[in-house]
């Protein structure tokens, strides 16, 4: 019998999908989130509510024949409308430490890359949903350029069209630019640091003092590579992000909304109801604020080459836990980490989220690099790595 303490696995079947025998990607296992459409098995969205229909997938039909073998299914904070990890059937547990959650949405694809059971999995992010657990249970995560042809989001549930990204989590960045290169042709070489424009987010407030510690010894690391770091603000993004992503999803997930009992756990149903509240003109507002923030990081994008930031405010809460407390006060889970995550999902700049220590458990750090430029940021990220 397959065990699953972590609570990651939401569907696994007898025997996978097996891969291309020669393919390039051959040999390699990977889960799918279970947002995505898998042909003969079975799409809930870590939800007992009534979902969208949803078609097959044509990325995992095409890494299916690059060679990879799809082992099961992972579960999700339910629906994605959330990072915490919480659905109906009782959330996934962190690897490190199982009285704290794994994160969210992604939670069950990060859990399934840390404890070895797959090598890659895909994720998808629309705040932060691949880099939060990525983070949080120290693997991984990349979320690629908004709209990459090599990274659709036809056949996956849809939470926030405006949001949402696929994308990968693996154990180090090696198997990310494997996959990537797979799916994009486009060749990626280790980068070098040197003389490289790097603007650290300048957000210390945001994040518990750890954490900006860690930032700190990043930004002192790639100083010592040659890189020339600058300090760039970059505001709150919230009042466009959320009136966007819960308008959208209440737009998906009307039919459920429209039943007498939804099945949706209490916390999704709440924002849900809120994104159906919004009025036309509150979500027209919120598109013209990311606008004026998508011309804002233009403008930041033309004094650096990458942005570097924390991925996470702190360590990953325990089970229950609704407030953290960063160095400039307490707030609710949700809003510390969506802030310091959301505007590159908002914007659709490709991310790289490299997981570092921190008292035993993990925490990350944030590459942020122009649109289109993907090659270049795993580039940069195989330079850190180094060589195996």
């Given at each position: ?190 980068r070098e640091w040197d003389g490289v424009r790097v603007g650290v987010w300048d957000i210390p407030g945001w ?176 330079g850190l790595e180094g060589p195996r």
């Amino acid at each position: 019998m397959k065990t699953d303490p972590h609570g990651a696995w939401a569907y696994r079947p007898d025997a996978p999908l097996r891969g291309a025998a020669h393919g390039p990607l051959a040999g390699l296992t990977f889960s799918a989130k279970d947002l995505y459409g898998v042909p003969g098995w079975p799409l809930q969205g870590s939800s007992r509510a009534v979902l969208p229909e949803v078609a097959d997938s044509p990325l995992v039909a095409r890494l299916l024949g690059l060679g990879a073998t799809l082992v099961g299914k992972t579960h999700l904070h339910e629906v994605a409308l959330g990072i915490t990890g919480a659905n109906a059937f009782g959330g996934t547990r962190n690897p490190m430490d199982p009285t704290r959650v794994a994160g969210g949405s992604s939670g069950g694809a990060a859990v399934s890359v840390a404890t070895g059971e797959v090598d890659f999995a895909l994720g998808t992010d629309t705040g932060g949903s691949i880099r939060v657990p990525a983070a949080w249970c120290g693997v991984v995560g990349f979320k690629p350029t908004k709209g990459s042809a090599a990274w659709p989001t036809e056949g996956v549930l849809p939470l926030s069209d405006t949001c949402d990204h696929t994308g990968p989590l693996a154990r180090d960045v090696r198997a990310v630019v494997r996959v990537h290169t797979a799916l994009s042709g486009e060749a990626v070489a280790p980068r070098e640091w040197d003389g490289v424009r790097v603007g650290v987010w300048d957000i210390p407030g945001w994040v518990t003092p750890e954490v900006w510690a860690v930032v700190e010894a990043e930004a002192a690391r790639l100083t010592a590579l040659g890189a020339r770091v600058t300090r760039v603000p970059f505001p709150e993004v919230m009042d466009a992000y959320t009136p966007i992503v819960l308008s959208e999803a209440a737009v998906v997930h009307a039919r459920a909304l429209a039943s007498e009992a939804p099945g949706f756990i209490p916390a999704t149903e709440a924002n849900l109801r809120a994104g159906a509240a919004l009025s036309p003109a509150d979500v027209a507002a919120a598109r013209a604020r990311r606008e004026a923030y998508r011309a804002r990081l233009e403008a930041v994008f033309g004094e650096v080459d990458v942005l570097l930031g924390p991925a996470v405010p702190d360590v990953a809460p325990r089970f229950g836990q609704e407030e953290v407390t960063v160095a400039e006060g307490m707030l609710p889970v949700r809003r510390a980490v969506l802030r310091v995550t959301s505007p590159w999902s908002l914007l659709g700049a490709p991310t790289l989220c490299l997981p570092r220590p921190l008292g035993g458990l993990s925490v990350g750090v944030q590459f942020v690099a122009p649109w289109g430029q993907d090659a270049a940021l795993l580039g940069w990220g195989l330079g850190l790595e180094g060589p195996r």
